[in-house]
């Protein structure tokens, strides 16, 4: 089935360590993101890429990086350098029509990420 | 820059009753307008979308949601509630100058009571 895997689905991560969470999609979009769910926050988005080898920061980008090197793949590292990583990190993907992204997100099961 | 807001963080339905899940907007200009939904511990799924048109739209599992321009609001509904109804819902708006990015309201917690 088509769809976006994410893993791993738990992560625990002792301070100062980075941890890189995988993101794979099968639904040939061109866009994907990544977002963090905090409680009663909503959803902040991190980073985007609307196309492979490209990518842009988001709302809440700091202490985090990505890469897109290849359309179906959009890993996250959380560096040491994220002050409160501890999360439930959303990746998602979108789908383009006439040239345009219509903003319909299909969204991964989640990585939740504590650190210990 | 564009937003949106859920004044409520739950709401309670009995089973059968109508359930309502409000939504204000903040936008300059025509806004582009999303509600998606979350059970637990998933990710999100979309229900439906308003961009121009019809001011009621139709989504998915019986899911509908009222633009309403003079009260800059898009409130969801559903007229008959079920058990299985009971999850996060979130309102999101597309950023004007960039239609890859949504903001995401704080989230409704609605429960549906037997």
């Known amino acids: 089935d088509g769809g976006i895997t994410q893993s791993p689905k738990y992560l625990f991560r002792k301070e100062g360590q980075n941890v890189t969470l995988s993101c794979e999609q099968n639904l040939n979009h061109d866009a994907m993101y990544w977002y963090r769910q905090d409680p009663g926050q909503g959803l902040r988005l991190i980073y985007y890429?609307?196309?492979?080898?490209?990518?842009q920061k988001g709302d809440i980008a700091e202490g985090y990086s990505v890469s897109r090197e290849k359309k179906e793949s959009f890993p996250l590292t959380v560096t040491s350098a994220q002050k409160n990583p501890t999360a439930f990190y959303l990746c998602?993907?979108?789908?383009?029509?006439?040239?345009?992204?219509?903003?319909?997100?299909?969204f991964g099961e989640g990585s939740r990420l504590t650190v210990l | 820059a564009q937003s949106v807001a859920q004044p409520e963080d739950q709401v309670n339905v009995a089973e059968g009753n109508p359930l309502t899940v409000k939504c204000t907007y903040s936008v300059s200009g025509n806004p582009y307008l999303f509600w998606y939904v979350q059970y637990p511990n998933r990710g999100l799924q979309f229900l439906l979308k308003y961009i121009t048109g019809d001011n009621l739209v139709k989504g998915s599992y019986g899911f509908e949601a009222e633009f309403n321009k003079s009260q800059t609001s898009f409130h969801l509904k559903k007229p008959s509630a079920l058990v299985s109804d009971s999850a996060l819902y979130f309102c999101a708006v597309r950023d004007l100058g960039d239609d890859y990015k949504l903001s995401f309201g704080a989230g409704t917690t609605v429960t549906v009571r037997a």
């Open positions: 890429s609307q196309i492979v080898n490209d990518f």
């Open positions: 998602a993907s979108s789908r383009t029509s006439g040239g345009m992204n219509t903003g319909e997100l299909f």
